[in-house]
T-cell receptor, first 115, second 112 residues
């Protein structure tokens, strides 16, 4: 069964360092999402791509976060510099189409700890 | 910002019992979705109910939607220990952004 792949699964870093997360969506899925989930909360959308174009990045802290999906397939989310408050689970999801009726398939996430 | 709010925050039941979780939201929606998250893992889509539907079933899951009260419920019948997880409702915003907004979730524990 096709799955969304993410790496690394766990990342520990010190504040002010740079970190990067990678996501490979299900083949054929045009829409890719990055979410941040703080412990005890639901996921919050950071950025949404349709193919290689950003559809929504209104909640992305652009002073330190960046995301790209250069060839419209896999994607990288970067944080530079990391802050203590960035400790969270970073989830990637993909869907075949765009719009409110599309089921999103989630990867296992990357647990980030900033010391 | 979170649109949906689940209730209760935590629920503990015995295997075989039914579990009911509720979700309330604030604005008109196109659809409401329920997701499950096992500890430390990604989310799994359970069911989607459209704004013009009132009830939907999938296996042991039953979801209801009351748009007049802006609320939904998820019922899991004959619960199993494997149902232990956090359950989230997610809504879009009718006429607005198509992104999903998740609630804080209900943490369900099913004791064997």
């Amino acid at each position: 069964e096709a799955e969304v792949a993410q790496s690394p699964r766990y990342k520990i870093t010190e504040k002010s360092q740079a970190v990067a997360f990678w996501c490979d969506p299900i083949s054929g899925h045009a829409t890719l999402y990055w979410y941040r989930q703080i412990l005890g909360q639901g996921p919050e959308l950071l950025v949404q791509f349709q193919d290689e174009s950003v559809v929504d990045d209104s909640q992305l802290p652009k002073d330190r976060f960046s995301a790209e999906r250069l060839k419209g397939v896999d994607s990288t989310l970067k944080i530079q510099p990391a802050e203590l408050g960035d400790s969270a689970m970073y989830l990637c999801a993909s869907s075949f189409g765009v719009g409110p009726y599309n089921e999103q398939f989630f990867g296992p996430g990357t647990r980030l700890t900033v010391l | 910002s979170q649109q949906g709010e689940e209730d209760p925050q935590a629920l503990s039941i015995q295997e075989g019992e039914n579990a009911t979780m509720n979700c309330s939201y604030k604005t008109s929606i196109n659809n409401l979705q329920w997701y499950r998250q096992n500890s430390g893992r990604g989310l799994v889509h359970l069911i989607l109910i459209r704004s013009n539907e009132r009830e939907k079933h999938s296996g042991r899951l039953r979801v209801t939607l009351d748009t007049s009260k802006k609320s939904s419920s998820l019922l899991i019948t004959a619960s199993r220990a494997a149902d232990t997880a956090s359950y989230f409702c997610a809504t879009d915003k009718q006429g607005g952004s198509e992104k999903l907004v998740f609630g804080k979730g209900t943490k369900l524990t099913v004791n064997p």
